[in-house]
């Protein structure tokens, strides 16, 4: 008499439990079948939270190192677009890409596209992160009394420079504005297409996980 309730029950339980299975295996086929359309507008928009591109004029333009095909070329757009009277390039000696010196290289380029020499102004020193840049370009701001300075940097970099600029910045009463230097090959809208695009965001996400944790 004991036996037909359990049995019974267990039933029960297993016509639900197959419920619930298929109705999961019916999502993720639906989502695996639609993913390609709302996938890319969510990596896309995931990308866009990483740019900050709100550039204004100022008293100098300071060049962030690295990725040196691209942000030198959006500093010296900008220069001759009258949004700063000079730019800043910090000069590490012992940063060497290719076998040459990587702020070398941007220094040549700014220089061809038009930048006079005198209005590059170098500032010597060893560098190994983002804050320790900040700190250099907060030192010759407060050295040289300027009120405003434009950073720029690449497009996926913009938001982490950013926090940290506004860090190391502080109380300094210096405005800060950010612009996005866009890479040829790898934008917002298809980095996940490519392994250097992957690559990039990914280090990127690691990068603001770090400086948030530390700073």
Excluded at 110 to 126: A, S
Excluded at 188 to 215: A, H, M, Q
């Amino acid at each position: 008499m004991t036996d037909q309730p359990v049995s019974a029950s267990r039933s029960g339980w297993f016509r639900r439990s197959r419920r619930v299975l298929l109705v999961g295996l019916a999502l993720l086929l639906g989502g695996g079948l639609t993913v390609g359309l709302w996938g890319p507008p969510l990596l896309q928009r995931y990308a866009l939270s990483f740019r900050v591109n709100n550039p204004e004029k100022s008293d100098a333009i300071c060049i962030l190192l690295g990725e040196f095909r691209v942000r030198p070329m959006r500093a010296s757009e900008l220069f001759l677009r009258g949004f700063g009277a000079e730019v800043l390039i910090v000069d590490f000696p012992e940063d060497m890409v290719f076998g040459n010196l990587e702020s070398q290289l941007a220094q040549v380029i700014m220089l061809k596209t038009g930048i006079p020499p005198e209005k590059l102004v170098r500032l010597r020193g060893r560098v190994t992160s983002t804050a320790e840049e900040a700190r250099f370009y907060r030192d010759y701001a407060e050295k040289k009394h300027l009120k405003s300075l434009l950073v720029v940097t690449s497009a996926f970099h913009t938001r982490r420079s950013r926090w940290i600029f506004e860090r190391i910045f502080k109380g300094s009463g210096i405005r800060l504005s950010y612009a996005a230097a866009r890479q040829p090959h790898i934008d917002e809208l298809n980095w996940y297409t490519t392994d250097e695009g992957l690559v990039t965001y990914f280090s990127e996400t690691l990068k603001t996980l770090y400086y948030y944790i530390r700073y």
